[in-house]
């Protein structure tokens, strides 16, 4: 399955090259312009690649299956946010070398006399612009989530659309018609992405809604969320796979949220659940949905599960993110696997520990070590305290620590620390996975 995944992750990274790439070299086959200094050379070539990046970007975030799988949907995020940051610098660095290189553009009559082309190029920019301030500091600027994402999805769309009028219009590279057509195609193509998430992939999930059957209390200020199919038979998940939820809307909205599934892959009832803490915004107005709500399902995402050969699994959670891990240990006493699990499970305090109670009874069904460290222990508290860290590791494994296979979900901070000191364990990055929840 490894290698599959290598295979198939080689072969979507080489079409995601082909996409960028393509379009500039086929600026050199035909007929070509005057040519002209170097710097005002490369500055098209910034601009062109930029622009074919930030088209790319609807396909990162088109979530499709196929594409995501080998490397998880959260490193096609992040993977999303780190090359838009290069893209926009490419598009951005086009016109300050051609300011340069050509201090007289900015002059006042020249600006005024910019053909009308040149304008959507400004447009485009300041869009970009925008759309990065936006994202990058969104929690400073107090933006809703929701809001941000209308706000982020237009800002795109205009600054793609704007930059493509900007190149066509300008046409000193594009002189052959087939050129100009190569570009528009890929606009077209650009344009059927977003087409897809945000009308045809809500119009297959309109005919499959689920309802919520009950919202439990759990531990922790958090609420585990029960729903069933509606007239349908929904779809199977594996144990750490994740959906994006949509609630009190219908799935055309602009903004789903992505939570973890916390009950049992093996389970034969089709139900689907998701244990959501209330950490503000969305997640504050979970505990008043009513039974019988309906509600919308996009997924299973994510390639943070369970299923290849090891003598152990090893689960290491901080707050909120055992909920993966739930779903895994539910998944193996329903499949009455007898392999040892060790979940170590970093949390504020004891009474803020989600699943406490049936984590004990579970131990009756599985091969289960549960360890809690606690950062805020009670007077009297005998059991392990602070964070979780290479030393508390192996104090509950057995070496060779690289023949366990390890799972990782809970703050950025815990899950560099645990993975660093798994480097000083000598365990393989092969063998440990990390889930990231933050897809801003």
């Known amino acids: 399955?490894?290698?599959?995944?290598?295979?198939?992750?080689?072969?979507?990274?080489?079409?995601?090259?082909?996409?960028?790439?393509a379009p500039l070299f086929a600026l050199l086959a035909g007929s070509h312009p005057p040519s002209r200094d170097f710097w005002t050379e490369l500055s098209v070539a910034f601009g062109y690649s930029g622009l074919a990046m930030m088209g790319l970007q609807f396909g990162l975030t088109a979530r499709f299956r196929y594409v995501t799988a080998p490397w998880g949907e959260d490193v096609i995020y992040h993977f999303h946010r780190q090359i838009s940051l290069i893209a926009v610098g490419l598009v951005v660095a086009h016109p300050i070398i051609?300011?340069?290189?050509?201090?007289?553009?900015?002059?006042?009559?020249?600006?005024?006399?910019?053909?009308?082309?040149?304008?959507?190029?400004?447009?485009?920019?300041?869009?970009?612009?925008?759309?990065?301030?936006?994202?990058?500091?969104?929690?400073?600027?107090?933006?809703?989530?929701?809001?941000?994402?209308?706000?982020?999805?237009?800002?795109?769309?205009?600054?793609?659309?704007?930059?493509?009028?900007?190149?066509?219009?300008?046409?000193?590279?594009?002189?052959?018609?087939?050129?100009?057509?190569?570009?528009?195609?890929?606009?077209?193509?650009?344009i059927g992405l977003l087409f897809y998430v945000r009308i045809v992939k809500p119009l297959f999930m309109l005919r499959q809604p689920y309802r919520v059957a009950e919202v439990r209390k759990e531990r922790g200020d958090t609420f585990t969320l029960v729903m069933q199919p509606d007239k349908h038979r929904g779809f199977r998940f594996s144990p750490g796979q994740f959906g994006w939820l949509t609630l009190w809307e219908s799935p055309f909205a602009i903004t789903a949220h992505p939570f973890s599934f916390s009950s049992s892959a093996a389970a034969t009832d089709r139900r689907v659940e998701m244990t959501i803490r209330n950490l503000g915004d969305f997640t504050s107005?979970?505990?008043?949905?009513?039974?019988?709500?309906?509600?919308?399902?996009?997924g299973p995402y994510g390639a943070f599960t369970i299923g290849n050969p090891t003598d152990m699994h090893v689960l290491i959670a901080g707050g909120i993110g055992v909920t993966p891990m739930m779903s895994m240990i539910r998944t193996l006493a329903d499949q009455e696997d007898k392999r040892p699990i060790v979940l170590l499970y970093g949390v504020q305090d004891w009474e803020s520990i989600t699943f406490r109670e049936e984590l004990e009874e579970l131990k009756a069904r599985l091969n289960l070590t549960v360890v809690y460290v606690l950062s805020k222990p009670p007077t009297g508290w005998t059991g392990e305290t602070g964070f979780i860290n290479a030393e508390i590791l192996k104090r509950y494994?057995?070496?060779?620590?690289?023949?366990?296979?390890?799972?990782?979900c809970g703050p950025n901070v815990m899950m560099d620390a645990i993975e660093k000191a798994l480097g000083e364990m000598n365990v393989p990055m092969s063998k440990y996975h990390s889930e990231r929840y933050s897809f801003v």
């Open 1 to 21: 399955m490894h290698l599959l995944y290598s295979l198939r992750g080689a072969v979507w990274l080489l079409v995601y090259l082909l996409f960028i790439l």
């Open 98 to 190: 051609l300011v340069a290189v050509q201090p007289q553009l900015l002059a006042p009559s020249n600006m005024l006399e910019a053909p009308l082309t040149a304008h959507f190029a400004l447009v485009s920019i300041a869009a970009v612009i925008v759309l990065v301030v936006t994202a990058l500091w969104r929690v400073t600027l107090k933006i809703k989530y929701e809001t941000w994402h209308l706000i982020h999805v237009v800002l795109a769309v205009v600054a793609i659309t704007a930059g493509v009028v900007h190149m066509v219009g300008s046409s000193f590279y594009l002189v052959d018609p087939w050129k100009r057509s190569l570009w528009i195609g890929l606009t077209a193509f650009w």
């Open 285 to 298: 107005n979970v505990h008043k949905v009513p039974a019988g709500q309906r509600v919308y399902l996009d």
């Open 397 to 408: 494994l057995m070496p060779p620590y690289a023949d366990h296979e390890y799972f990782i």
